[in-house]
Nanobody, 120 residues
Framework: QVQLVESGGGLVQAGGSLRLSCAAAGRSFSMYNMAWFRQAPGKEREFVAVTSWSGDGGYYADSVKGRFTISRDNAKNTLSLQMNSLKPEDTAVYYC?????????????WGQGTQVTVSS
């Protein structure tokens, strides 16, 4: 089992950047594939990006491809999401998730979320 805590959200202007982090507690972080999801007000939660347990593989939602980068540091039990060229439509609560699945993205364990607001 793994416990996840997100941080790094905030308010940013369109075109700006933010870096989200997800700290994992537990002994088996490096065994899990990790993902970021987001949920905008009034919308369903949607997939953003996934990285494999080793960090060597990953894929992105089309809406963020080329702007967001997912990465992980297994030595520090952390997952990150670098978000560049942010758009108002990126406004959402962002969640990290862990699990055994790669395709579809993992969704066994969830953090509490961190709010990202992009102003126009």
């Amino acid at each position: 089992q793994v416990q996840l805590v997100e941080s790094g959200g905030g308010l940013v202007q369109a075109g700006g950047s933010l870096r989200l982090s997800c700290a994992a507690a537990g002994r088996s972080f490096s065994m899990y594939n990790m993902a970021w999801f987001r949920q905008a007000p009034g919308k369903e939660r949607e997939f953003v990006a996934v990285t494999s347990w080793s960090g060597d593989g990953g894929y992105y939602a089309d809406s963020v491809k080329g702007r967001f980068t997912i990465s992980r540091d297994n030595a520090k039990n952390t997952l990150s999401l670098q978000m560049n060229s942010l758009k108002p439509e990126d406004t959402a609560v962002y969640y990290c998730a862990a699990g055994r699945s790669y395709r579809p993205p993992p969704a066994d364990y969830w953090g509490q979320g961190t709010q990202v607001t992009v102003s126009s």
